[in-house]
């Protein structure tokens, strides 16, 4: 039974600086690994994702993957207030399987 | 394109009462996912079909919960005899599946279940 876990819980940080969130999964042949947003009151939608160890970049985000570990993160450069939201890691084995969440708070 | 469509927005019953939940996916996508979410636990992981046969129904409670997909068009989630731990946001989310992984899931804005 596949098992993901994000760090930290929740975050404040204060605008423009770097954000980094975890998240751990453990079924080594997940094959598909995405982060999700989800501003309060609204449906998660897809920000990023990834299907091969190594880095990819967009904009202010940068996703990086590292199947040895069972690791990847979500980086976020010089985060804005309008970043605030529930981050969600997810991973694919057949079924979509999410983390809990990392509640990050960027403040002005 | 409308988007996945979810079916009430807010819905609230009382303990023993049914709930049926409806939704209807993107046009063309093969993938049909329901999760629920809640502040404990998150986004749990419910049922998934693809091509309207169930593929995996791991996370449905067995006793009282069921879902279908009829057609293309549209699934639903049924609760019998609903409890307060129903209490939910259920959310359903669709996707191409192309290939050996399920893609970018679409999610709609979701059914409130409230459980008095």
């Known amino acids: 039974q596949q098992k993901v876990q994000q760090s930290p819980e929740s975050l404040i940080v204060p605008e423009g600086a770097m954000t980094s969130l975890n998240c751990t999964f453990s079924?080594?042949?997940?094959?598909?690994f995405a982060w999700y947003r989800q501003h309060s009151g609204k449906a998660p939608k897809a920000l990023m994702s990834?299907?091969?160890?190594g880095e990819k970049e967009e904009g202010r985000f940068t996703i990086h993957l590292n199947k040895a570990s069972l690791h990847f993160s979500l980086h976020i450069r010089d985060s804005q207030p309008s970043d605030s939201a529930l981050y969600l890691c997810?991973?694919?084995?057949?079924?979509?399987?999410f983390g809990t969440g990392t509640r990050l708070q960027v403040l002005p | 394109n409308a988007g996945v469509i979810q079916t009430p927005r807010h819905k609230v019953t009382g303990k023993g009462q049914e709930a049926t939940l409806w939704c209807e996916p993107i046009?063309?996508?093969?993938?049909v996912f329901w999760y629920r979410q809640t502040i404990v636990q998150g986004l749990e992981f419910l049922t998934y079909?693809?091509?309207?046969?169930?593929?995996?129904d791991s996370g449905m409670p067995k006793e009282r919960f069921s879902a279908q997909m009829p057609n293309q068009s549209h699934s639903t989630l049924k609760i019998q005899s609903t409890q307060p731990q129903d209490s939910a946001v259920y959310l359903c989310?669709?996707?191409?599946?192309?290939?050996?992984?399920?893609?970018?899931?679409?999610f709609g804005e979701g059914s409130k279940l409230t459980v008095l």
């Open positions: 079924d080594s042949a997940s094959q598909y």
């Open positions: 989310a669709s996707s191409l599946r192309t290939g050996g992984n399920t893609g970018q899931l679409y």
């Open positions: 079909f693809r091509n309207q046969a169930p593929i995996d």
């Open positions: 990834i299907f091969s160890n």
């Open positions: 997810a991973v694919d084995t057949n079924k979509v399987v």
């Open positions: 046009s063309g996508h093969s993938a």
